[in-house]
């Protein structure tokens, strides 16, 4: 059982990433994915967040209108496109799964989350 996370890299201010979230070993259908971030010197913070059935998605103000987060169940993987990009979206991002149904208030709460993937890296700079 395990999450992949791949797409990361140096990018531009302005500029655009994909990362993408492929879940091995078990059905990512049935799971709400979030993506989350952590920023040298600071805590790890939730960025995004979709539910199983697609319908609902969350994200922090900070990446609101500019990040949005998808998934696609025929290839078992979630994404987070992030667009006009900033120097302050520079982090490790990290994708996680759990088989709850968050709400608004509790997306954020990592201790909901069964599997993470591996952190990978985001740099936004000239």
């Known amino acids: 059982v395990q999450l992949q996370a791949s797409g990361g890299g140096l990018v531009h201010p302005g500029g655009s990433l994909k990362l993408s979230c492929a879940a091995s070993g078990f059905n990512l259908d049935y799971y709400t994915i979030a993506w989350f971030r952590q920023a040298p010197g600071k805590e790890r913070e939730g960025v995004s967040c979709?539910?199983?059935?697609?319908?609902?998605?969350f994200y922090a103000p900070s990446v609101k209108d500019r990040f949005t987060i998808s998934r696609d169940k025929s290839k078992n993987t979630a994404y987070l496109q992030m667009n006009s990009l900033k120097p302050e979206d520079t982090a490790v991002y990290y994708c996680a799964a759990t088989i709850t149904s968050p709400i608004l208030s509790t997306w954020k709460s990592e201790d909901i989350y069964n599997y993470w993937g591996q952190g990978i890296q985001v740099t936004v700079s000239s």
């Open positions: 979709i539910r199983g059935s697609g319908r609902s998605t």
